[in-house]
């Protein structure tokens, strides 16, 4: 167990629609990592969140948006699903911002669109 | 752009034997680090080993070793008496931090490894 949590652990949605997926780092990380991962796409990474404030932005679509809250949860917002969204999500935590902290993964989200 | 390539998209091991996954990567920059990652079948992504590229000296955590030819951008993972719990995808990953800039973070394709009792 990383100590990183996700929620939920399964999303089934129809296109058009919008989710929400949480993230609760480990106690005392203070960045968020979101990760999308598809058949088509592989592994890929989404965005970064240090202490509230966006640090690191990768291929997220504009339909996805995230924040972090002063609590330092996070949260995924997918909006106007398509099927190709389909995927498992991946929460990530760190105590540091930089590129040297070892992440640690959560057992992610899997989103189906139907 | 950062590429990281794994040009085996399988592999199989005998229990007890060695084996090793390849991994090249293409960049510019002169700071980064590297990073094997183990995904079971429960996917949980599990970090197995890291090498900052401004070290010389090969990773080693245990029964896996890292061969890092930084001229070559090679990046190899060695796993010695291969356990069946040793049975996954493994990913090699990339992550820099241009000065200025934002984090970069690239995965593998990744390469699923079977062992065989």
């Known amino acids: 167990d990383s100590g990183v949590t996700q929620t939920p652990k399964h999303l089934i949605t129809a296109t058009g629609q919008r989710v929400t997926l949480r993230c609760s780092p480990r106690?005392?990380?203070?960045?968020v990592y979101w990760y999308q991962q598809s058949l088509d796409q592989g592994l890929q990474f989404l965005i970064q969140?240090?202490?509230?404030?966006?640090?690191a932005k990768g291929n997220i679509l504009e339909r996805f948006s995230a924040q972090q809250f002063p609590d330092l949860h996070s949260e995924l917002n997918l909006s106007s699903l398509e099927l190709g969204d389909s995927a498992l999500y991946f929460c990530?935590?760190?105590?540091?911002?930089?590129?040297?902290?070892?992440?640690?993964f959560g057992p992610g989200t899997r989103l189906t669109v139907t | 752009a950062q590429t990281v390539t794994q040009s085996q998209p399988e592999m199989s091991v005998q229990e007890a034997e060695t084996v090793t996954l390849s991994c090249t990567y293409d960049?510019?920059?002169?700071?980064?680090?590297l990073f094997w990652y183990k995904q079971p079948p429960s996917r949980q992504m599990i970090l197995v080993i890291r090498?900052?590229?401004?070290?010389?000296q090969n990773a080693t955590e245990n029964r896996f070793s890292v061969n890092f030819q930084k001229a070559a951008k090679s990046f190899s993972l060695k796993i010695s008496d291969s356990q069946l719990g040793d049975a996954a995808m493994y990913f090699c990953?990339?992550?820099?931090?241009?000065?200025?800039?934002?984090?970069?973070?690239?995965f593998g394709t990744g390469t699923k490894l079977q062992v065989i009792p």
């Open positions: 106690s005392g990380d203070l960045s």
């Open positions: 960049t510019s920059e002169s700071d980064y680090y």
């Open positions: 990530a935590s760190s105590v540091g911002g930089g590129m040297s902290y070892e992440q640690y």
């Open positions: 990953a990339y992550r820099s931090a241009p000065s200025g800039g934002y984090q970069k973070v690239t």
């Open positions: 969140y240090y202490n509230g404030e966006e640090r």
């Open positions: 090498q900052e590229a401004y070290k010389q």
